[in-house]
């Protein structure tokens, strides 16, 4: 089999920092081509960390619906401008940044004064606009990590002075790969995938390539060897036998029942067909204001359209 061959086609650099790059993987098995692209789309977009501000203390500001006096924006406007400055490098823990103002000025990114380690890659991002020569003092808190983080899942220990601010932690903004399939030089049929790669800046497209590459070979490196299991616990057995029902998630909406049956199950707390399945016809008749008649619509309809008899 002919070795598989990977080229960096094309990169594209955007003023604002933003990178584009096109990548070839060549001489693949027919099949092979969106098992890679898949892969490599899912750990590009999903396991590349990066650094966000996670946090953002303003002197004088309690909570975001407040304004800052010289300040053409609000509280919100100015989360939502910080949100936008992109940075790169290496920490390991959280570190914290400083912006001051004390004169009439467009505030950009490049006046924070930022801790070793890091830096800003759109130094001239938009932040905010001082029309006085009131003194404006602004902490942030930088963060490592991955994926997108609402700002309550990264917020533990909840500081008042500290606005919460939802993080973008992803280098990489999008990808596309397509497939085509070509002839090698004895005829045979072969793939190739072509995958494109946007990212902020914080990353080259050629070092997201080579981060998520690396990433599932660790991956597949683990798994080969981890010790298989070849005994199950007795427990595990016993969750493997038992019958599941594929139903038992679905909403009683889904039923279409009459509105009396509907509204008497919904009283009840039955909001699920697994809830439902915990009731013996009797229980259910039971039900105030259900009745033998509604009774019987539920059986029915269980029976016809899922095929559960209630014991």
């Not at 808190?141 to 983080?149: A, D, I, L």
């Not at 509105?259 to 707390?269: E, F, G, P, S, T």
Request: with cysteine; glycine share 8%.
């Amino acid at each position: 089999m002919t070795n598989i061959s990977v080229k960096y086609l094309k990169s594209e650099k955007n003023p604002i920092g933003s990178n584009y790059g096109r990548f070839l993987i060549h001489y693949l098995k027919p099949g092979q081509g969106i098992t890679i692209g898949n892969l490599l789309r899912r750990v590009l977009l999903g396991d590349l960390g990066g650094i966000a501000i996670t946090g953002v203390r303003i002197a004088g500001i309690n909570h975001e619906f407040s304004t800052i006096s010289g300040l053409r924006e609000d509280v919100l406007e100015l989360l939502l401008n910080l949100k936008g400055i992109i940075l790169k490098g290496e920490i390991n823990d959280t570190i914290f940044g400083r912006l001051k103002v004390q004169e009439p000025t467009v505030i950009t990114a490049g006046l924070i004064e930022l801790p070793a380690g890091i830096e800003i890659i759109n130094p001239n991002h938009y932040i905010a606009t001082s029309s006085t020569s009131n003194i404006i003092e602004i902490e942030l808190k930088f963060e490592h990590g991955t994926g997108y983080k609402l700002a309550t899942e990264i917020f533990h220990n909840n500081l008042d002075d500290f606005l919460q601010v939802d993080a973008i932690f992803m280098p990489v903004e999008k990808v596309d790969f397509k497939i085509e399939n070509v002839y090698g030089d004895e005829n045979e049929p072969m793939e190739r995938v072509i995958i494109d790669i946007w990212t902020n800046g914080s990353l080259t497209p050629e070092e997201a390539f080579s981060q998520a590459s690396q990433l599932i070979i660790d991956l597949f490196n683990l798994m080969v060897k981890s010790k298989l299991t070849y005994e199950l616990p007795k427990s595990q057995n016993q969750i493997l036998q038992s019958p599941i029902n594929i139903h038992t998630n679905m909403a009683i909406e889904e039923l279409q029942l009459s509105v009396r049956a509907y509204n008497c199950l919904k009283r009840a707390q039955i909001n699920t067909v697994a809830d439902l399945l915990e009731y013996s016809p009797q229980e259910l008749q039971e039900l105030k204001n259900f009745g033998r008649k509604s009774a019987d619509e539920v059986f029915i309809t269980l029976k016809n359209k899922l095929g559960i008899t209630l014991k």
